[in-house]
């Protein structure tokens, strides 16, 4: 599966990590720290890993 790409803003906080999407102002994905499992870096872009 793969998604879309959207210009995004990143906030991560003790408990949360949270995309905010820059044009709709509003949130595009958040979750738990602990659900992280993994993160990969591909130019301009993030994937995150999770699972719940």
């Given at each position: 599966?793969?998604?879309?790409?959207?210009?995004?803003?990143?906030?991560?906080?003790?408990?949360?990590v949270v995309?905010?999407?820059?044009?709709?102002?509003?949130?595009?994905?958040?979750?738990?720290?602990?659900?992280?499992?993994?993160?990969?870096?591909e130019g301009?872009?993030?994937?995150?890993?999770?699972?719940?």
């Amino acid at each position: 599966r793969r998604g879309v790409d959207v210009p995004c803003v990143l906030g991560v906080s003790n408990e949360l990590v949270v995309l905010v999407d820059v044009g709709a102002k509003e949130v595009a994905f958040n979750c738990r720290c602990a659900d992280v499992i993994a993160w990969s870096e591909e130019g301009a872009a993030l994937k995150i890993y999770y699972g719940r």
